[in-house]
């Protein structure tokens, strides 16, 4: 049974990096386009980047572009999200997940198109 899970985040400053990681177990991650969301308190999911199966595909939001690096480690099953420059409103419950379509805009902007998804991990950004 395909299960991912999400670790690394925490307290930081504004300013501040933090990495998200992003395992799986039951399935190998390398097959799938992997997306990161992110849930604010009150607000909507939204999909911040996505990296395909192939290491070029890769997307950003705008909000977070320039700031944030989605990579991935297919020896150690492994999805990572670096986030730099770290912004108040970065602060969310950030969540990794799975899907079968190409990575990109179309495809981050539908969350229901993301089969598998983990747990989630809390980023907190504040001074």
């Known amino acids: 049974q395909e299960q991912l899970v999400e670790s690394g985040g925490n307290l930081a400053q504004p300013g501040g990096s933090l990495r998200l990681a992003c395992a799986a177990s039951?399935?190998?991650?390398?097959?799938?386009?992997i997306g990161w969301f992110r849930q604010a308190p009150g607000k909507e999911r939204e999909g911040v980047s996505c990296i395909g199966v192939n290491d070029g595909d890769t997307y950003y939001s705008d909000s977070v572009k320039g700031r944030f690096t989605i990579s991935k480690d297919n020896t150690k099953n492994a999805v990572y999200l670096q986030v730099n420059n770290l912004k108040p409103e970065d602060t969310a419950m950030y969540y990794c997940?799975?899907?079968?379509?190409?990575?990109?805009?179309?495809?981050?902007?539908?969350?229901?198109?993301?089969?598998?998804w983990g747990q989630g991990t809390q980023v907190t950004v504040s001074s």
């Open positions: 997940a799975t899907s079968l379509f190409l990575c990109g805009s179309p495809t981050l902007s539908r969350p229901n198109l993301f089969a598998s």
């Open positions: 039951g399935s190998t991650l390398a097959s799938y386009t």
